[in-house]
């Protein structure tokens, strides 16, 4: 544990068995050492080249949507930006090369420390330095002389930023200890799945939103957010309702990017709801998570109303259900399995719902 102030605070016991088994046993003090460094250092390598895709992201889709002063903005915007990046990965980098000595000792005690310690200290610098920041927002930016007229982008895009650089810091304190026990794959192949995520939320809040330069913030912070979440196995289980048929795409994109192989159908595209709530509406939806997702995993149709009359509601949903996977039968699109199709139909229609949701 650790004594702060005259204060106890316990560590969380660190299974070693646990630990061992995500670094996937990558010993580089024995057996040869070239082809376990291009393993280790491969992954690396094409980290640090994708991380510099979330500016060129950002930058596209701001020069595209919304125009040139948005971009100019950005390029200010992203100087602040960057030093708190700089900073917080190099505090990570460091941290990590403790975190590598104390697991390749099989000191866990130390390990646990370590890790706890880190965290606290360079996440409480990081939360100090953004508070600061967001407090003397503006005479910083007239310190590195911003143009007046770009002032407004800079100042709504850093605002958000600068929150969810906690977000930021989280992730890269995570990718730093996978990176450090020898896991480098796992950290690239959650960088990937956060670069897949922005994309599309820096293009359905910018493009279809009309959200501005505020939406690129809100896309990058997000992703940071979402993949430190997924990193630690903490994201939620999420149903996405779309007001807007013309959602149903991206949406369906989006939820892919955050999946699990333990939990079917973990983040999925909801039904139709509200002015979507219609036969068009309904089959639609479906036709956008069977072309993007898997209709198979799919909870149904919902109502807020928990009346009898609502009854009527899921029978409707049943049977345009019915309809649509039957239209797709006779055109041979799928297989004419009475045994299947019963349980694609009744897993939709309660069976999925009762496992998402823990009915007993």
Aim: hydrophobic content about 45%.
């Amino acid at each position: 544990m650790i004594v702060a102030s005259g204060r106890f605070f316990p560590l969380p016991e660190l299974n070693p068995e646990e630990v061992l088994s995500v670094s996937k046993h990558v010993h580089l003090t024995s057996g040869p050492i070239t082809g376990q460094l291009i393993r280790l250092c491969l992954p690396l390598l094409a980290a640090n080249v994708l991380q510099q895709l979330y500016n060129i992201i950002n930058s596209l889709v701001v020069t595209y949507y919304i125009g040139g002063d948005a971009f100019a903005a950005l390029g200010v915007a992203e100087s602040v930006m960057n030093l708190f990046i700089y900073v917080i990965t190099g505090a990570c980098m460091g941290s990590s090369v403790l975190v590598a000595r104390f697991f390749g000792e099989e000191n866990f005690p130390r390990l646990r420390q370590q890790l706890f310690v880190s965290g606290v200290l360079i996440g409480g610098t990081v939360l100090a330095a953004v508070s600061l920041t967001l407090l003397f927002l503006n005479p910083l930016l007239v310190l590195i002389q911003t143009p007046p007229e770009l002032m407004g982008y800079v100042t709504d895009y850093l605002r958000i930023i600068l929150v969810g650089m906690v977000f930021t810091f989280a992730y890269n304190y995570l990718a730093a200890t996978l990176r450090a026990i020898g896991n480098t794959q796992a950290a690239l192949f959650f960088l990937l799945i956060s670069l897949g995520y922005n994309l599309g939320a820096a293009w359905v809040l910018v493009a279809q939103l009309g959200l501005g330069i505020q939406g690129t913030a809100l896309a990058t912070s997000s992703a940071q957010l979402l993949s430190a979440l997924d990193l630690t196995e903490e994201c939620p289980k999420t149903i996405l309702y779309s007001l807007n048929p013309a959602d149903n795409a991206q949406l369906g994109t989006l939820l892919g990017c955050f999946q699990s192989d333990e939990i079917p159908g973990k983040i999925q595209h909801g039904s139709a709801w509200w002015f979507n709530d219609t036969k068009t509406g309904m089959e639609e939806q479906m036709k956008s998570l069977a072309s993007l997702g898997l209709l198979g995993n799919f909870v149904g149709m919902l109502t807020d109303s928990r009346s009898f009359l609502s009854y009527a509601r899921h029978d409707y949903f049943r049977r345009i259900l019915c309809n649509l996977i039957g239209h797709w039968v006779e055109n041979g699109e799928y297989p004419d399995d009475e045994n299947a199709l019963g349980k694609i139909i009744s897993d939709i229609c309660y069976g999925n719902a009762a496992r998402h949701f823990k009915i007993p």
